[in-house]
């Protein structure tokens, strides 16, 4: 058996109190954190990340209008301090737009969302 691995056998006395003081440190630690109504690291809502597709679908509903790809990627800079890549936006984009998913293309690198009557 090498240094790295513990055989039972070798577990002592001392080595089993401290596994048990271990565990009960920790649950004593979560019942004090239920009794002080905090929530635990784990049951922390964490907000979800938007993805860059959400994040266009927000710029195209607030400007109502199709949208070069240039505007686009300067618009979620500036409000949603978020850099696109230029070639994987636009492709991101064309693969919902051949989907029929979301966007439709009204333009050379313009876009709008599928929902928004043409102008």
Same mark, same amino acid.
Request: charged fraction near 35%.
């Given at each position: ?8 056998? =070798?577990?002592? &006395? /001392? ?5 048990? #003081?271990? !565990? ?5 630690? $979560?019942?004090?954190a239920m009794r002080s109504g905090k929530p635990r690291k784990y =049951?922390?809502? &964490? /907000? ?5 597709? #959400?994040? !266009? ?5 607030? $400007? ?22 230029? #070639?994987?936006?636009v492709s991101a984009l064309t693969k919902k737009v ?22």
């Open positions: 058996m090498d240094e790295k691995t513990i055989g039972i056998e =070798e577990l002592t &006395r /001392e080595d089993l109190l401290d596994v048990l #003081e271990d !565990v009960l440190n920790g649950g004593l630690k $979560a019942i004090r =049951e922390m809502k &964490r /907000e979800r990340k938007k993805s860059n597709t #959400e994040i !266009v679908r927000l710029i195209l509903t607030e $400007a109502g209008v199709p949208l070069h790809v240039n505007d686009i990627i300067r618009i979620a800079g500036t409000k949603h301090g978020v850099k696109f890549n230029r #070639e994987s936006i051949l989907d029929e998913n979301t966007f439709r293309r009204t333009g050379r690198n313009e876009f709008a969302l599928l929902d928004n009557p043409q102008p």
